[in-house]
């Protein structure tokens, strides 16, 4: 394993050499490429990347051009897992036959997927990659929606979100089920490394992306990635969505190490109601219809039931 | 490399971000790199924006808010220092103005056709009711 970068504070962390580029065609503030930025620069080593069909993969390969300035693959919506999945093992092949130029050079494999790529149509890609041990790492960009085409809901949707596919209206409050708890789905494959980030805590996550490529097999990263198109606000408002998520507990931070060591890495100072969060974005905005309040406490209620269980399993350890 | 249409393109082409070989891209800034007419970052996005953000260095902290927020890789800051803003590829979302910290504020927004000098010159005093 090589050393990881040297990442004390912010100023540090500023003189990374970005490895994506400008002029892709994400919206303006979009925060999958924060997020992308924040994990490519969390280290120095090569990089060997893929990206499923999305936002990030068809906003970044517009042809004649590239924002990757790394080995970059792009096959499917379902199989960016495999795809780098594959690259690793022949890497892992030619290092055990001695065939490699570069023997000493120490890349690292990350797949990007969104969450529709994730949680529904790449789910048992990306769950073999995970069983095969593949020395991978998957981060979602969770914006909790098929962004790119259009905004119907996936798996991560959560309850009363208005999507194309669940949208509200006189009889619909919009989507009905609950989000896919995929963290705890992925840290049940045994994996040595599962955890949640967010960008506006840059920080906490650099210590994991970079505690995920210092681990040896598979690496599931769920990254909260607020949408100014389809969470409907202001793209300034973009890490201030990011920390309504994180302060209301709607995105814990925590990590799960070899699927059963739960620690929380975030607890914010004052807690904000979920109702600010929901308040914030267009897509629930019917929320505060009087016949569909019932609804924001049965959020907050939710939310507080799932923090603390993560209270409980930190302290048990299970 | 010569652009190709995509239906003259064969099947297991590469797209070459840069021109010959580079060894240490993590180690090689952005103005020393010999990117090829296939990076985007010889494109421009600089036509999307209607409003833009303008920098105030007499200001700024250093803080790199700004920096590890901006999603498009604009503001530039080298040594540790935020030296100003590529506005190629500077999209004019705001978030570097809504997260930088000083009081004024370091970045501002102002519509696209506004001149930096002038505004530079009516920079707002200090709010002494921010908290
Ligand atoms: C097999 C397959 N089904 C459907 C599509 C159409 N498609 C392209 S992108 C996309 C949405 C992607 O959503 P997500 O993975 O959440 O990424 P986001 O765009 O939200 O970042 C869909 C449905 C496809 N390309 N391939
Ligand atoms: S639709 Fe959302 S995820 Fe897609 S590019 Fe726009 S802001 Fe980003
Ligand atoms: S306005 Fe947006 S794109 Fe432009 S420099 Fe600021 S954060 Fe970056
Ligand atoms: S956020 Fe403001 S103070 Fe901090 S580096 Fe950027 S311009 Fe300077
Ligand atoms: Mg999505």
């Given at each position: 394993?090589?050393e ?35 994990v ?5 080593d ?7 069909t999305?936002?990030?993969e ?9 924002s ?22 022949m ?36 769950s ?5 041990g ?72 650099v ?10 097999g ?8 607020p ?11 973009t ?54 309040k ?22 048990a350890?299970? | ?16 971000t ?13 103005e ?46 080298r ?53």
């Amino acid at each position: 394993m090589s050393e990881n970068k040297n990442i004390k504070n912010l100023k540090e962390f500023s003189t990374s050499a970005d490895r994506f580029e400008g002029a892709n065609l994400l919206c303006p503030g979009c925060a999958h490429s924060i997020i992308v930025r924040e994990v490519l620069n969390a280290t120095n080593d090569d990089l060997i990347l893929s990206a499923s069909t999305g936002c990030l993969e068809v906003c970044t390969a517009v042809y004649p051009y590239t924002s990757w300035d790394a080995s970059w693959i792009h096959i499917g919506f379902e199989n960016g897992s495999t795809a780098v999945a594959g690259a690793e093992s022949m890497y892992k092949a030619l290092k055990t036959k001695g065939r490699l130029k570069q023997p000493d050079r120490n890349p690292k494999f990350v797949s990007f997927a969104g969450d529709g790529a994730s949680y529904d149509i790449g789910f048992q890609w990306i769950s073999g990659c995970m069983e095969r041990g593949h020395n991978i790492m998957h981060v979602v960009l969770d914006n909790e929606v098929y962004a790119n085409t259009g905004g119907q809901r996936s798996s991560s949707t959560p309850i009363g979100s208005s999507a194309t596919t669940s949208p509200e209206g006189r009889r619909s409050y919009g989507e009905k089920k609950n989000k896919k708890d995929m963290v705890s789905i992925m840290a049940s494959h045994n994996i040595p490394y599962s955890a949640q980030v967010a960008p506006n805590k840059w920080k906490d996550m650099v210590k994991k992306i970079q505690h995920g490529f210092s681990v040896d097999g598979p690496v599931f990263i769920n990254a909260v990635s607020p949408c100014t198109t389809e969470w409907k606000f202001d793209p300034k408002d973009t890490m201030h969505l990011a920390d309504l998520a994180t302060d209301s507990l709607v995105f814990p931070l925590y990590e799960i190490i070899d699927g059963h060591e739960l620690n929380i890495t975030y607890r914010p100072k004052t807690v904000v109601p979920v109702e600010e969060y929901l308040a914030a974005q267009g897509r629930f905005k019917h929320l505060f219809k009087d016949e569909y309040k019932h609804l924001i406490k049965e959020w907050q209620e939710r939310v507080d039931a799932k923090w603390a269980q993560l209270n409980r399993r930190e302290e048990a350890r299970v | 490399m010569a652009n190709k249409g995509w239906d003259e393109f064969e099947i297991g082409a590469m797209l070459r971000t840069f021109e010959g070989k580079i060894d240490d891209i993590a180690g090689t800034l952005q103005e020393n790199r010999a990117y090829s007419q296939n990076s985007s970052f010889v494109a421009s996005v600089a036509d999307w924006r209607i409003i833009k953000p303008v920098f105030n260095k007499d200001f700024c902290i250093d803080c790199q808010f700004c920096w590890v927020y901006c999603p498009d890789i604009s503001i530039i800051s080298r040594d540790k220092k935020m030296i100003g803003i590529d506005m190629d590829h500077c999209k004019g979302c705001g978030i570097c103005v809504e997260v930088c910290p000083t009081n004024p504020k370091s970045l501002m927004m102002f519509p696209e056709k506004a001149d930096e000098e002038t505004e530079l010159a009516a920079w707002p005093a200090k709010n002494e009711e921010k908290k």
